[in-house]
């Protein structure tokens, strides 16, 4: 039996994902609508697969992962989400999620499911990541510049990612030296002509 833990805040798409998961080898154990019950929720419960959408409340589905991963390496966590932007697609991979599904394919969730279950990553819904200034950064230049670029101070990105003001600075400073860019405004430019902004 496939143990199941579903993580979205829309219910609707909750009662969609386990009408779609009602197979005589799946188990639904239990659903999240927050990275902070998802998490909490996932260790105790210990599904074999984690379906997590992208985008939750308190934060992003690549908190899930990294703090689960951390927690416990063999929780594997699948993405029931179409995120379009490869960059992101390259932050979740290299976190450790088994890839990716659209949530409104409802046959390709089962397989997802089922083939994550069995240890094989399922990336029908990558999408390519398009070369770009982007991928000469680190794993956590590229969180830091996310958040900047979403909008985020150098305060609350720091709160974000655990780290220290000072740190955020320093991984700016080697974020902006590798992309060229002396300024925000020059970065969101950037981050546009990428397909991040």
């Given at each position: 039996m496939i143990r199941v833990f579903i993580v979205d805040d829309h219910e609707l798409v909750r009662i969609g994902l386990?009408?779609?998961?009602?197979?005589?080898?799946?188990?639904?154990?239990?659903?999240?609508?927050?990275?902070?019950?998802?998490?909490?929720?996932?260790?105790r419960l210990r599904p074999d697969v984690v379906l997590c959408d992208y985008h939750l409340p308190d934060g992003n589905g690549l908190r899930v992962v990294q703090s689960?991963?951390?927690?416990?390496?063999?929780?594997?966590?699948?993405?029931?989400?179409?995120?379009?932007d490869p960059q992101v697609s390259k932050q979740?991979?290299?976190?450790?999620?088994?890839?990716?599904?659209?949530k409104n394919t409802g046959e390709a969730v089962i397989r997802a499911v089922r083939q994550?279950?069995?240890?094989?990553?399922?990336?029908?819904?990558?999408?390519?990541?398009?070369?770009s200034a982007f991928d000469r950064l680190s794993e956590r230049e590229l969180e830091v510049v996310h958040l900047l670029i979403s909008g985020h101070t150098n305060k609350s990105t720091a709160q974000r990612l655990?780290?220290?003001?000072?740190?955020?600075?320093?991984?700016?400073?080697?974020?902006?030296?590798?992309?060229?860019?002396n300024s925000h405004l020059e970065l969101m430019e950037l981050a546009r002509e990428a397909g991040l902004g």
């Open positions: 386990k009408h779609l998961l009602d197979a005589p080898d799946i188990d639904v154990v239990g659903e999240a609508v927050n990275v902070t019950h998802a998490i909490e929720a996932s260790l689960l991963l951390q927690q416990d390496p063999t929780i594997r966590v699948l993405m029931v989400t179409m995120i379009e979740l991979l290299s976190a450790g999620a088994w890839g990716f599904v659209n994550v279950a069995e240890g094989r990553r399922f990336d029908e819904a990558v999408p390519t990541p398009k070369a655990n780290l220290t003001v000072n740190s955020v600075r320093t991984y700016r400073e080697r974020a902006f030296a590798k992309l060229e860019v």
